[in-house]
């Protein structure tokens, strides 16, 4: 997660893809931050909602007094149902500034672990419907096709009319 350990030199392990070193921002140095995270840690798969693309997350990280300030802005992509045809779309989905503020006393062992509020923040931001072809689905037309079936006062045109017990008499 820290520039100054450039990801072609260290092979990082996976764990440390949402931590930060406190002991590495003393006397005012800022980190950058900058992850390309899949987006497993989401924990999302189901029959609405998947997401496909990494986690692109940016941000700085920089101790203020007795506090660690991060900032970060992240996006990615979630694939969501039509709410109308049913068929996949894709989302963008995107944090554009995102602030935190932790006392430096209630982190363990000098290390923040980001993991929890970047899921947090991205699960915010994801809308909860999604209309495919950015909200002019081509299933639309059938829908209003449908609402044309209708009479004059407005009721739907039953395909049993014509089975309606009355007419028989
Ligand atoms: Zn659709």
């Known amino acids: 997660m820290l520039e100054e350990k450039p990801p072609f030199l260290y092979n990082l392990p996976v ?35 998947k997401y496909s693309n990494p986690v692109e997350l940016m941000g700085t ?12 802005s992240m996006t990615t992509k979630a694939m969501m149902t039509c709410t109308i045809c049913n068929e996949w779309t894709e989302v ?12 430096i006393e209630e982190i363990k062992g000098g290390i ?14 994801t809308p909860r419907f999604a209309e495919c072809h950015g909200g002019e689905c081509p299933s639309r037309n059938a829908f209003k096709q449908y609402f044309k079936n209708r009479d004059e006062d407005g009721d739907a045109i039953s395909p049993f009319e014509s089975l309606d017990p009355k007419k028989f008499n």
């Open 15 to 49: 764990d440390d893809t949402f931590r930060i070193f406190v002991e590495q921002l003393r006397e005012g140095k800022t980190t950058s931050l900058k992850e390309s995270i899949n987006t497993s840690f989401l924990g999302i798969s189901d029959a609405n909602l």
């Open 61 to 72: 990280a920089y101790l203020a007094e007795d506090h660690l300030m991060i900032r970060l």
């Open 92 to 103: 963008p989905v995107t944090v554009p500034s995102f602030y935190l503020s932790v006392p």
């Open 112 to 125: 923040y672990n980001l993991e929890k509020e970047v899921r947090e923040a991205i699960l915010l931001e």
